[in-house]
């Protein structure tokens, strides 16, 4: 049985042409769904350590997950702008546990050991961060990158200043 010639792909076409997805875009959906299955696995834990501990994780799963299916959806300029944020904010938290220790909660000031399951999840946030910078054009990128850098710079001094310990 011989395919009829329509059903294939042409070779000149590019993955997004043949499959309207940009390849990018499933990357980011794929590390922000990897994340958020970190987080569901870990919270019942943490939970059970404080309720406060748990929720943030399930909140931070739940919403990297509705990125991921926005972005399968597809995706948009305010979509990406507002994934960045969502995953910087799980990388933050992840190093002020692992420096300094939450300001708050039963555990406040006790630093937590970094683990293999961790380093995954805040790998594919950052892989999800520059996948999404990556994606936007022109006056968002510049925005984004801009308040990236702008970030950076304030944590710095921040540090340098004693200001963070």
């Known amino acids: 049985m011989e395919l009829s010639r329509s059903l294939l792909p042409e ?3 590019s993955p997004k042409e043949r499959s ?3 390849p990018a875009v499933c990357v980011a959906a794929g590390l922000s769904l990897l994340a958020a299955g970190v987080h569901l696995w870990v919270a019942p834990g943490h939970a059970v350590q404080w309720p406060g501990y ?3 994780l399930f909140a931070v799963a739940l919403l990297q997950g509705t990125l991921a299916a926005l972005l399968l959806r597809g995706p948009s300029p305010s979509v990406a702008l507002a994934g960045v944020p969502v ?3 799980a990388v933050g938290v992840y190093l ?3 420096t300094y220790g939450l300001p708050f909660g ?4 006790r630093t937590e050991e970094a683990g293999a399951l ?3 999840a805040v790998a594919a946030e950052l892989g999800v961060v520059a996948v999404l910078v990556a994606s936007l054009g022109g006056r968002a990128r510049r925005w984004a990158v801009n308040g990236l850098l702008a970030l950076g710079v304030a944590l710095w001094i921040l540090r340098l200043t004693g200001a963070t310990g």
């Not at 039963?106 to 000031?109: M, N, R, S």
């Open 96 to 98: 002020v546990t692992r």
């Open 118 to 120: 961790d380093l995954v």
């Open 87 to 89: 995953n910087l904010l």
């Open 11 to 13: 070779p000149t076409q």
């Open 106 to 109: 039963p555990h406040a000031g």
């Open 20 to 22: 309207g997805v940009d």
């Open 54 to 56: 748990g929720a943030f």
